[in-house]
């Protein structure tokens, strides 16, 4: 684990080296420290009900942020200045990688993106303090602080030994061949990977707290009230980062798809799976107190598989197009993947009893219903794309032979359970708690019903058809119409207000998800395709548009050389599909251009060989109908996270939802 | 409003939906271009050098060779779709995307079904439970502290009243 080459000694480098190495070092200690600080404190004050150390762990947590803040930027550093001492930069460095590309190099390879995981997660235990600044002496946040910093200390390790990003390279090394050529042609290489990691880390805080209340027996609804933000926050910002990794897939990977069930995709889609069923089914336990081992198990799961994903994803066990190089991390984060599963089941095993929870669902036509429906539907999403994922690695396992389960495997499992989703977000919505009278269902669902049929004759007459793509345009008016009639309501009576708060924010969330599925059901089942042979101002027709090629602009630099078709559609506009040729990597990268418009998009993309010199381009003409409303729902969701997040008017979760039921002693006295 | 959201009304939107569904399930798009062929074939496919992705997103040389092996099968047009996979296949073992139906393949299929209906079966006695905890609860002694508490009120009520 500790090399001489990993721990660096040698001397012919330049100061980031040591510098990184020393920073990971202070933030192993300070997480170190910080853990022993805080399970100190939780046993001080249960014990005294005072704790002096509570105050050493804001200190903790900022000199461990200190920490990953100094190694960060010194690997950035190490980076921009070309330091080829350092093994990471002779790797995915180049002296003529521009600027932008040579900043996100820095987490473009595993090393680096376990650094930034470790930033991102020191950001969020700062956060976390200063939130709870004035209550960390409170067993309950001592005990959560305690988790992150032991997360916290793991990942600074990860970084410090097994994934270290500072370990010296072989000398006289003056150039590298930079990062991976897809991820230097779009500006979402930028924001991406960030945003996804604090989805990731950001669940960490849940599952500190529910840790907490297991340890500290505080089982009650106390912990999710106080992680139901950071619950939405890590979702919402999951959410955003896998629409930006759909979107980067689009502009960039030239199939003209956004997701293609690859092991890296379903690693992050499997935490949001389980997060969202979470972030529904906690309503029941804030609302009646019930549910409570169910919570827990998911907020564990949730945590867990974002373990499990990093793992798959990162030691090499799976085949993945974008996973990572093979490492030694693996064994390290399936170790941490049991530890967390086997403390969090041992935890929910001692506090059985306390975690019953009284009171029962009175109808499977309630509010209640629903959730439990769409968690047993989010599970079971979950467990399918868990299976798929790793079935070859158990059928390699069993038979000692390779297959590939690739995307026809999960269109055609995942396509029921979404259109079984839809459905329930049709119903959910205009369900009460407790119990729905058939009068109230006819009354509620009228509108929304006529909403669904309305959607599924316009698409009837704009010549749609095949029944999972019409299934789902008439559920997603269905449910659209449920949405909007909350959101109605909800202004008529409050006013702007009515756009905010959980509830509100949710329906606008549930709109941005409804753009996806129709815009992912159309793309999908509409898309028509020609490879068209072009010859200089020669026309050429495909699906009502006229394609005209108008010259080759060739670009040559120490970097790269690339060849761009000048492609003038319906004798407007000219776009630009190209190929590159990356000079340090050698590999074709296609890269598409794509007007795009409300009613569909045209992507083109040049195919090799290319014979410019000859006057003739192969391009290939994709027309997908809808993509663009897939970005408009992803900012939606965005969007109805932060209204979710602001508080509305409504009661607190705590207070009593029905007058207590008198019992016998009460009559009594 | 309420004559609008009568049962026999649901019943007619019911049969409006299941009709235009089946309409649109029915009617005949024709068959598949060539270039729709060989992007349906071609996404059943995995590409042998790409790490998983398939012949119709990878743009790999080896995935561009295949996509012209596949081209060319097509444009001969004596070989169906599925035919023409598996000479594919028989190139390249093991790039079948979709798992089989048969032996230990098999169960990729099988347990996903196992889990809905267990989820199912779950949901179900849960719901029994309740169900049946809610009758349980309503016992004898349950009974007498409501006509208590009735018997409480009425006393209450008869002394207001005198």
Redesign the interface.
Known sequence: MFSAETLGVAVNQGLAGPLGRAALLVGIIASAFGAVASIYTARESLRDGEARTARLIPRFAVLALLAAIAAMTAMEYAMITRDFSLKYVQEHGSRSTPALYNFTAVWSALEGSILLWVLALALSCAVVVWRYRKKLSDPLIAWAMAVMFIVLAFFFLLSFAPANPFGVGAAGVTDGPGPNPLLQNHILVLFHPPILYLGYVGFTIPFAFAIAALVTGRVGEGWLIETRRWTLCAWGLLSFGIILGGWWSYEV???S?VW?W??VENASFLPWLTGTAYIHSVLVQERRGMLRVWNLSLLLATFSLTILGTFLTRSGV????H?FSESDIGKYLIIFFGVIVAVSLWLIAWRGDSLRSPG???S?VSREGAF??NN?LF??FA??VL??TV?PL??EA??N?????????FD??SKPIGIALLALMSIAPVLPWRKASEEVL??RL?WP??C??GA??V??LVG????AA??TF?LGGFASGAALRQLVLATRRQGWRGLVGRANGGMVVHLGVILIAVALAASNSYT????LSLKLNTPAEFGGHVFELKGFENEKTDRLTAVKAIVQVDAGKSYAPAITKFVQMG????TPSVKSSWRYDLYLTLE?PVKSESGEARIKVFIKPLVMWMWIGGGMMAVGTLLALFPGRRRRPTDAVSARV?T?KA?DA | MKK??S?PM?IL?LL??VG??A???L?N?GPL?Q??RI?AIS??L?CPT?????I?????PAA?AIRNEIAREVAAGQNSDNQIVAVIEKSFP??????RTDG??S??WI??VV??VG??CG?GL??R???N??LQHASD?DFA?VE??LQ?KNDVTDDENV
């Not at chain 1, 799976?318 to 197009?321: A, G, I, T």
């Not at chain 1, 749609?464 to 029944?467: E, F, K, Q, S």
């Not at chain 1, 590999?587 to 296609?590: D, K, P, T």
């Not at chain 2, 790409?50 to 398939?54: I, R």
């Open positions: 990977l030239g199939w798809g293609a690859d092991p799976l085949n993945s197009v996973a029962s669902i009175d499977p439990l429906a047993l599970a079971l467990f399918v299976l798929g079935f158990v059928i069993l038979q032979r390779q297959i590939v389960v690739g995307e026809p495997f055609q499992l006819r009354q009228f019903a006529w669904g049929i599924l004759v698409s009837l749609a058809d095949g029944l019409l299934l008439t028509r395709s020609q490879e590999n074709n990268i296609g090799p008198a016998g009559l | 609008l959201n049962l649901w939107m409006l939906t235009l569904l309409f649109g399930t009617r798009r271009t270039q729709g992007d996404q059943q995995a790409c790490n998983g992705e398939s119709y997103v990878s743009r790999a561009e093991g790039s079948v995307l979709l798992p230990v393949e169960l990729v347990l996903p889990a809905l989820g199912l949901l849960v719901f439970r309740w169900k905890a809610e002694a502290i208590a508490a409480h």
